[in-house]
């Protein structure tokens, strides 16, 4: 009998270790899926961060590329630079350069206005020779880019001619590539290195 209670008592005691033993582990096994599901709400939150983050960096290079296009659109008509910043003057509003499209010599109806001008003001001042410098952009070979440089040079001397400037008065030079004015690549500096400028000679 005594043998019996023994044995009772050491299977509760045992049935009672068990039981609190399931129980720890249960609490154990709880607290870690607790603590795996604060882990993944923290890399949820962290991946939405990131990901909003991300759009307003995206947002904000984009309205960048569209400021910078509509400068571009107000500086070129086509290809062909029409802005003035670097523009300078041979006299009071007489403009010293003209530009033109991609691989072109032919004058554009600014450029025409421009080189009108610039014959005006030639006549006024018969004293004062001048040479054009016929410049292009950095695509291409030296060159190709020497050869356009002088017809665009050409084309604004014939059109000097035809308003009464003597072809005496008048060199060219070619420097095609080797002198940009803005030594960007990129559209707008392209537009920009495409020109003839009329430079006093004396």
Known sequence: MILSKIFKNTLLVLAACLVLSACATKKEVAIETKKEVAKETKKEEVAKETKKEEVAKETKIEKKEVATEKSIQGQMQGDVYTGTDSVEYLSDGVPDRVFFATNESILTTP????????????????????????????????????????????????????????????????????KPVDGGSNPLSWSKNRRSVTVKAN
């Open 111 to 178: 450029a025409r206005e421009t080189l009108r001008s610039q014959a005006a003001w030639l006549r006024e001042n018969s004293n004062i020779n001048i040479v054009l410098e016929g410049h292009a952009d950095e695509r291409g070979t030296r060159e190709y880019n020497l050869a356009l440089g002088e017809r665009r040079a050409n084309s604004a001397k014939d059109y000097l001619m035809t308003y009464g400037i003597s072809s005496d008065r008048i060199s060219i030079i070619s420097y095609g590539k080797e």
